[in-house]
């Protein structure tokens, strides 16, 4: 399930750069990373497993 919620995550973030511009979107993810204290570099393995959205750093590749 957390594979399924990651790529439509990634659909998600694929749509809001087109719509809009990506900077904007890292930016805000920046944002609630930052308000939550979310760790940046979490071990892939563990992503993997345990979440059920990509982590920042992920995200922020992808979308540049």
Request: aromatic share 10%.
């Amino acid at each position: 399930m957390n594979i399924l919620s990651r790529r439509f995550e990634y659909q998600a973030d694929s749509y809001a750069q087109q719509t809009y511009s990506g900077m904007y979107l890292i930016s805000s993810l920046k944002k609630l990373s930052q308000k939550s204290l979310s760790n940046l570099t979490p071990h892939l393995l563990y992503v993997s497993v345990h979440y059920s959205h990509p982590s920042l750093l992920q995200r922020v590749k992808k979308l540049k």
